[in-house]
Nanobody, 120 residues
Framework: QVVLVESGGGSVQAGGSLRLSCAGS????????MGWFRQAPGKEREGVAY???????SYADSVKGRFTISKDNAKNTLYLQMNSLKPEDTAMYYC??????????????WGQGTQVAVSS
């Protein structure tokens, strides 16, 4: 059974930083595509960052240059380093596995989410 547990969310002021973590179990981290997604109130869930099996990354235009996705295969943990946060980054953040790049509908396994709130 695949289980994903996100942590690291919180409240920060604009310009601040947070690092989200996603601890996974029930699958082999090193050969699994993984992504971070977010959903703000009243909006659809959107892809934020993606890491392929071989480690290549892709990002939504809105976060390029500010967010960095990484993973530690030994710890079975996926990370999202978020710098220069903006109020529009406020959302529930989720990690997911097994899908295609930032295509939200292609993912079927999700964590419970961690809330990020950025104040101006």
């Amino acid at each position: 059974q695949v289980v994903l547990v996100e942590s690291g969310g919180g409240s920060v002021q604009a310009g601040g930083s947070l690092r989200l973590s996603c601890a996974g179990s029930g699958f082999t981290f090193s050969v699994t595509c993984m992504g971070w997604f977010r959903q703000a109130p009243g909006k659809e869930r959107e892809g934020v960052a993606y890491m392929a099996k071989v480690g290549s990354e892709s990002y939504a235009d809105s976060v390029k240059g500010r967010f960095t996705i990484s993973k530690d295969n030994a710890k079975n943990t996926l990370y999202l380093q978020m710098n220069s946060l903006k109020p529009e980054d406020t959302a529930m953040y989720y990690c997911a596995v097994g899908g295609h790049r930032l295509a939200t509908s292609s993912y079927s396994t999700w964590g419970q989410g961690t809330q990020v709130a950025v104040s101006s």
